[in-house]
């Protein structure tokens, strides 16, 4: 294994409680009533969102302000009707009770498998998928809060899982408790609760807990406003001067005493933890579980790739340890957002299944599933990410858009029988638009009607076209807000899907599978316009149009502008590939030929795609644990990234004209 076992931190210990929670509950229920008027315990207000921060406040002398803060960054004060995250987590509060929702998670399998994507070495066998989850007997502290709310409160667990308003109670009482564990009176200064909102971030982890009070100062100096996903408006005031206490700050660490984070490669902002993968020689011959390189010096990083886990955090973390899995640089916990790397990003992890987009990118795994829909992602998660992408986009000069920002499901297949097997996640329920705000890239529109190009943009909430598949094959998934679009063969509802031929070979339609990508454009992609009828937009996709509605008054895109690919002049149709790699004669003595086999689309004249990217065709020979062995192949052949459909695809310079849109 290369490198050594993560170094001993500081930690972070809570004093040994001299009380147990019944007491502690007793003694926070006890708190007298000040300020605004406010339900008694056990009786919390049901008369809006913003009334029950209030009323929450007031019973447990939290300020506002900290409760509305530590709520945003669980949950942007949503309620997801009562349904858990990923992490097990309810309500506006994400008050944790995971073996309850478990009984709620659909079947999984343990991630990405078979992920090297390389013809030239045996493919792997993948790991047995898990059916579901395993818990241990006794859960970490971020798993179960909504027990110790429910002692707190006298509510019962099951109103505070389903009740919004019961929801922020049992929150407030969780912060009260911490804040009276410390020995500290209910202050009304928002301030002096950093280390009690530390522990509510990071029960189990003090980086975890530091990051995630910083995150919570963060918005509340900055402000929030936003309509929640039952429709109520929920504001908190900004406080630009706002600063936690310099005193409980200075006990707990200060961001430059994070050693770990600073030793690994992580903004200082996230908390960030060593669980390395291994590079192990085993077998006849075989080695895993990522290879060695000295990027961006050999090899330039064009790509960072989103994916989910498709297990828990724990599941995950045992998976990367094992030498003969397959391997990513980084996982994201959903509850608080601590970040884990595990592949040096100078090296090359087996994460995408497409060997090309290994070679060239970084891959993130996010704790989550899939085709779970109401199993939700937290904003802490969405946050750490973003920060990690934004470190990672500056570091190897990788820009911020979705032609290099790409989920694992716009990964193309190298080959045509590659297609059907290539991954879908994040999936459609991953908030492409969100994210991208977090990451100061917003998509808005760059061009009038006539720019040539849109960039897929619905309203994530009420963009929930129909799916199907997320619990059993057939069964219609339960409704859910979408970051996709449907594409039809003509301008109506009533047409068929377009067709993959690639994924659907034998001549099949799309469907409305949740794992279906064959008729799907997804926020943040961009598209060259081939027709426009009324409401309705047609792309070029695959080789076809290919028509979304797009209601005035309702857009589900945004008008754009860019570069675009369109076949040479005399070409009636010109090949797609899956990978950018060099000519035969670039091979030297002992490398064998990499075929570039012709994706089964063909663009025929006159069509236009959106270009990602310019590159110069290579290919990165590690077929042994002799690292002596390894070599980088490099061609005359220039290649052009374009947004071939749901996937991207690649195109020869030597095929295409690029040209301005809209010209």
């Given at each position: 294994?290369?490198?050594?076992?993560?170094?001993?931190?500081?930690?972070?210990?809570?004093?040994?409680?001299?009380?147990?929670?019944?007491?502690?509950?007793?003694?926070?229920?006890?708190?007298?009533?000040?300020?605004?008027?406010?339900?008694?315990?056990?009786?919390?207000?049901?008369?809006?969102?913003?009334?029950?921060?209030?009323?929450?406040?007031?019973?447990?002398?939290?300020?506002?302000?900290?409760?509305?803060?530590?709520?945003?960054?669980?949950?942007?004060?949503?309620?997801?009707?009562?349904?858990?995250?990923?992490?097990?987590?309810?309500?506006?509060?994400?008050?944790?009770?995971?073996?309850?929702?478990?009984?709620?998670?659909?079947?999984?399998?343990?991630?990405?498998?078979?992920?090297?994507?390389?013809?030239?070495?045996?493919?792997?066998?993948?790991?047995?998928?898990?059916?579901?989850?395993?818990?241990?007997?006794?859960?970490?502290?971020?798993?179960?809060?909504?027990?110790?709310?429910?002692?707190?409160?006298?509510?019962?667990?099951?109103?505070?899982?389903?009740?919004?308003?019961?929801?922020?109670?049992?929150?407030?009482?969780?912060?009260?408790?911490e804040q009276h564990r410390l020995g500290r009176s209910a202050s009304g200064d928002p301030a002096r609760w950093y280390t009690a909102v530390t522990r509510y971030g990071g029960q189990d982890d003090a980086r975890a807990g530091r990051a995630f009070a910083d995150e919570v100062y963060e918005v509340m100096r900055h402000g929030q406003s936003r309509t929640t996903d039952a429709g109520q408006r929920v504001t908190l005031a900004a406080s630009p001067r706002l600063a936690?206490?310099?005193?409980?700050?200075?006990?707990?660490?200060?961001?430059?005493?994070?050693?770990?984070?600073?030793?690994?490669?992580?903004?200082?902002?996230?908390?960030?933890?060593?669980?390395?993968?291994?590079?192990?020689?085993?077998?006849?011959?075989?080695?895993?579980?990522?290879?060695?390189?000295?990027?961006?010096?050999?090899?330039?990083?064009?790509?960072?790739?989103?994916?989910?886990?498709?297990?828990?955090?724990?599941?995950?973390?045992?998976?990367?340890?094992?030498?003969?899995?397959?391997?990513?640089?980084?996982?994201?916990?959903?509850?608080?957002?601590?970040?884990?790397?595990?592949?040096?990003?100078?090296?090359?992890?087996?994460?995408?299944?497409?060997?090309?987009?290994?070679?060239?990118?970084?891959?993130?795994?996010?704790?989550?599933?899939?085709?779970?829909?109401?199993?939700?992602?937290?904003?802490?998660m969405y946050r750490a990410s973003a920060r990690l992408v934004k470190y990672l986009s500056r570091k190897y000069d990788v820009p911020l858009d979705r032609q290099h920002i790409l989920g694992h499901d716009n990964v193309p297949g190298t080959t045509p029988a590659t297609i059907p097997g290539m991954h879908t996640d994040p999936g459609p329920y991953w908030d492409w638009a969100h994210y991208f705000t977090l990451l100061g890239k917003p998509f808005r529109a760059t061009?009038?009607?006539?720019?040539?190009?849109?960039?897929?943009?619905?309203?994530?909430?009420?963009?929930?076209?129909?799916?199907?598949?997320?619990?059993?094959?057939?069964?219609?998934?339960?409704?859910?807000?979408?970051?996709?679009?449907?594409?039809?063969?003509?301008?109506?509802?009533?047409?068929?899907?377009?067709?993959?031929?690639?994924?659907?070979?034998?001549?099949?339609?799309?469907?409305?599978?949740?794992?279906?990508?064959?008729?799907?454009?997804?926020?943040?992609?961009?598209?060259?316009?081939?027709?426009?009828?009324?409401?309705?937009?047609?792309?070029?996709?695959?080789?076809?149009?290919?028509?979304?509605?797009?209601?005035?008054?309702?857009?589900?895109?945004?008008?754009?502008?860019?570069?675009?690919?369109?076949?040479?002049?005399?070409?009636?149709?010109?090949?797609?590939?899956?990978?950018?790699?060099?000519?035969?004669?670039?091979?030297?003595?002992?490398?064998?030929?990499?075929?570039?086999?012709?994706?089964?689309?063909?663009?025929?004249?006159?069509?236009?795609?959106?270009?990602?990217?310019?590159?110069?065709?290579?290919?990165?020979?590690?077929?042994?644990?002799?690292?002596?062995?390894?070599?980088?192949?490099?061609?005359?052949?220039?290649?052009?990234?374009?947004?071939?459909?749901?996937?991207?695809?690649?195109?020869?310079?030597?095929?295409?004209?690029?040209?301005?849109?809209?010209?």
């Amino acid at each position: 294994m290369r490198g050594s076992a993560p170094e001993d931190e500081k930690r972070f210990h809570r004093p040994a409680l001299r009380r147990s929670v019944t007491a502690v509950a007793a003694a926070v229920l006890l708190l007298p009533l000040s300020g605004t008027p406010s339900a008694t315990a056990g009786q919390p207000r049901t008369d809006g969102l913003q009334q029950a921060f209030t009323d929450a406040a007031a019973r447990f002398h939290v300020p506002r302000s900290v409760l509305l803060g530590v709520s945003y960054l669980e949950s942007r004060w949503d309620g997801h009707g009562g349904a858990p995250s990923v992490s097990g987590g309810y309500g506006p509060m994400h008050l944790t009770d995971a073996r309850t929702a478990l009984a709620r998670t659909p079947e999984f399998s343990t991630g990405d498998q078979d992920a090297r994507g390389d013809d030239a070495r045996p493919r792997r066998k993948p790991a047995a998928p898990a059916k579901r989850a395993a818990l241990p007997a006794e859960l970490p502290a971020r798993l179960r809060t909504l027990a110790t709310a429910a002692e707190l409160t006298g509510l019962p667990a099951g109103k505070l899982r389903t009740d919004p308003a019961a929801n922020v109670l049992g929150g407030a009482a969780l912060l009260a408790a911490e804040q009276h564990r410390l020995g500290r009176s209910a202050s009304g200064d928002p301030a002096r609760w950093y280390t009690a909102v530390t522990r509510y971030g990071g029960q189990d982890d003090a980086r975890a807990g530091r990051a995630f009070a910083d995150e919570v100062y963060e918005v509340m100096r900055h402000g929030q406003s936003r309509t929640t996903d039952a429709g109520q408006r929920v504001t908190l005031a900004a406080s630009p001067r706002l600063a936690p206490d310099a005193a409980q700050q200075k006990r707990l660490g200060t961001p430059s005493d994070r050693g770990a984070a600073r030793k690994l490669e992580c903004p200082w902002t996230v908390a960030c933890e060593s669980v390395p993968a291994p590079y192990e020689e085993f077998g006849d011959g075989d080695y895993g579980n990522h290879d060695k390189a000295d990027r961006p010096e050999d090899q330039r990083v064009r790509a960072i790739v989103i994916h989910d886990t498709e297990g828990s955090w724990e599941t995950t973390l045992k998976l990367i340890k094992d030498p003969t899995y397959v391997s990513w640089n980084y996982t994201i916990r959903s509850s608080d957002g601590l970040i884990a790397q595990h592949v040096p990003t100078k090296d090359v992890a087996w994460h995408a299944g497409n060997w090309y987009i290994n070679s060239h990118s970084i891959g993130i795994e996010h704790e989550g599933f899939l085709a779970a829909p109401e199993a939700w992602y937290t904003e802490a998660m969405y946050r750490a990410s973003a920060r990690l992408v934004k470190y990672l986009s500056r570091k190897y000069d990788v820009p911020l858009d979705r032609q290099h920002i790409l989920g694992h499901d716009n990964v193309p297949g190298t080959t045509p029988a590659t297609i059907p097997g290539m991954h879908t996640d994040p999936g459609p329920y991953w908030d492409w638009a969100h994210y991208f705000t977090l990451l100061g890239k917003p998509f808005r529109a760059t061009a009038g009607a006539r720019g040539g190009l849109v960039t897929i943009r619905p309203d994530y909430d009420r963009n929930q076209p129909v799916y199907t598949g997320c619990a059993k094959p057939g069964d219609t998934c339960a409704p859910h807000g979408s970051t996709a679009v449907r594409l039809y063969t003509a301008p109506s509802e009533s047409a068929p899907l377009v067709r993959d031929v690639g994924l659907h070979p034998d001549g099949s339609d799309s469907t409305t599978g949740v794992n279906d990508t064959g008729a799907r454009a997804t926020t943040g992609q961009q598209f060259a316009v081939a027709d426009r009828d009324g409401d309705w937009t047609a792309i070029w996709y695959l080789g076809q149009r290919a028509w979304f509605r797009n209601p005035h008054g309702h857009r589900v895109a945004v008008n754009a502008k860019g570069l675009i690919a369109t076949p040479k002049d005399g070409r009636s149709e010109i090949p797609v590939y899956g990978r950018a790699y060099p000519e035969k004669e670039a091979y030297p003595a002992g490398v064998p030929y990499q075929s570039v086999s012709p994706l089964p689309y063909k663009l025929a004249a006159g069509q236009e795609y959106a270009v990602g990217g310019r590159m110069r065709g290579d290919y990165f020979y590690a077929p042994t644990f002799d690292v002596s062995k390894h070599a980088i192949v490099r061609g005359e052949d220039v290649y052009y990234e374009i947004q071939l459909g749901h996937r991207v695809g690649y195109v020869r310079a030597a095929d295409v004209e690029v040209r301005r849109s809209g010209s």
